[in-house]
């Protein structure tokens, strides 16, 4: 089946510093990315959307700026943290259309944690 | 805004059937039902999708109402590893690159 990994799966940085997180898509060609964010105990909440070639989509009241996101290739989105705060500690996920037999697929997440 | 709604929570006892509801009273023609899991810390996990007939896999079935403005999916022996949050979605058959909202979904929990 369609598969994405995401990596890594947790991380702590210093304030200030960036976060890069990957996802690829294994067996399959995902010319669009989703990033969600989760806090705890709510639901995903859409950040952006990436496509490959092109600039990403932020939802209202995310920072473009803040959230660097690359779809370099048909099977690789990255999402950025740039000078990362405590209140950028989250769960993030990306997911990819993967065909009608799945939907979309999701990474594992990536806990993010800013200390 | 999401397309679904769902009650936030729902308990069942292990052994027993859990039945998890989803409105979709807006559902097009072409928009597929699609359910998904998440486990505490995890992405989310694919279970089982439809159009308008009923489906059974290994993990669930899917009933849809004749009308489609609702769904049920079924868990027909519950164990203590379905305690997760259960997603309801919409989709389109080609419209699968526009963006997903996700509702807060249902927390079931699983008792012993």
């Known amino acids: 089946g369609a598969v994405v990994s995401q990596h890594p799966s947790r991380v702590i940085c210093k304030s200030g510093t960036s976060v890069k997180i990957e996802c690829r898509s294994l067996d399959f060609q995902a010319t669009t990315m989703f990033w969600y964010r989760q806090f705890p105990k709510q639901s995903l909440m859409l950040m952006a959307t990436s496509n490959e070639g092109s600039k990403a989509t932020y939802e209202q009241g995310v920072e473009k700026d803040k959230f660097l996101i690359n779809h370099a290739s048909l099977t690789l989105s990255t999402l950025t943290v740039t000078s990362a705060h405590p209140e950028d500690s989250s769960f993030y996920i990306c997911?990819?259309?993967?065909?009608?037999?799945?939907?979309?697929?999701f990474g594992s997440g990536t806990r993010l944690t800013v200390v | 805004d999401a397309k679904t709604t769902q009650p936030p929570s729902m308990d069942c006892a292990e052994g027993r059937a859990a039945n998890l509801p989803c409105n979709h009273s807006?559902?097009?023609?072409?928009?597929?039902v699609y359910w998904y899991r998440q486990i505490h810390s995890q992405g989310p996990q694919y279970i089982i999708h439809?159009?308008?007939n009923n489906e059974t896999n290994e993990m669930a079935s899917l009933i849809i109402t004749e009308d489609r403005k609702s769904s049920t999916l079924i868990l027909p022996h519950a164990t203590l590893r379905d305690t997760a949050v259960y997603y309801c979605?919409?989709?389109?058959?080609?419209?699968?690159?526009?963006?997903?909202?996700f509702g807060p979904g249902t927390s079931l929990s699983v008792i012993p």
């Open positions: 439809g159009l308008k």
């Open positions: 997911s990819a259309p993967s065909g009608l037999n799945y939907g979309y697929t």
């Open positions: 979605i919409v989709r389109g058959a080609k419209t699968s690159y526009d963006k997903v909202i």
């Open positions: 807006t559902i097009s023609g072409n928009e597929y």
